[in-house]
């Protein structure tokens, strides 16, 4: 049995890694049932229910710029959907971790306590947890650039769901963006763009999913392109096969 490492595990949510800042963190897949029981019976009938998850986290408070305060504050207080992902082994290409695209944040305590450090923790709920892979890894980079491939031994002809994390662009000069291909192969040797992103340094740091359609080969690889005269991208991506 291969055992993990905690503190490997990386966090995101929307625009934001958690990693730092993260102490305990619980990716949770449950399911409701309800009682069929009747008068007479001897023992509880269960029928089982919707799916029920949610996101439980737990870590230090820190209330600059890029903290986890101003994160999870702004995602009670705005009510709107959030991207979360978890990789309990870390988000090095290849590893599979825990996406959510749909999620709220249902609660934010920061907890204080004499003589110790001040700490945070939250529940985030989720409508389904997807269990992707990392396509490159959690990666800054300066210039353009193809990563390794992923080798997921089959295709997949109903597509994929493709995550991705940005926490931070910068693009200066010439069309002052960033491009973000999803690259398939049947032979690792040729390649084609199975999807394209363009992020413009105007738009900022997003998180966003969208949905592959048709034949996804076997292989798998992210390319940025620095469609400008200089600048930097911090992303995390991540992929699910549709059955």
Sequence with gaps: MAVKDAQDTDVFLDIYDLTAFTTQ????KKRDFN??????????????SLRDSELSWEGWFD?????????????????????????LEGSARGNEGYASQYGFTDSYEVMSQVGNLVVAKATLKVT??????????????????????????????????WYYWVTAISATGGNTQWKIDFGHSSD???WADKDTVT???????????RTIAGTVDQYTRQELTLDASS????ILSAYVRLA
């Design 188 to 190: 690792d040797s040729a």
């Design 25 to 28: 963190v619980s990716p949770v």
């Design 128 to 161: 389904e947890w997807d269990r992707v892979t990392s396509l490159n890894g959690k990666t800054t980079a300066t210039a353009t650039g193809v990563g390794s491939s992923n080798n997921d031994l089959s295709s997949s002809a109903a597509g994929a769901r």
């Design 35 to 48: 009682d069929r029981s009747v008068m007479g019976d001897a023992a509880k009938k269960w029928h089982p």
């Design 63 to 87: 209330n600059d710029v890029a903290g986890e305060d101003v994160a999870l504050s702004a995602a009670i207080d705005d009510g709107t959907v959030e991207m979360a992902s978890v990789w």
């Design 231 to 234: 600048g930097s991208i911090t």
């Design 199 to 209: 992020l413009t340094n105007a738009g900022g740091p997003q998180a966003a999913v």
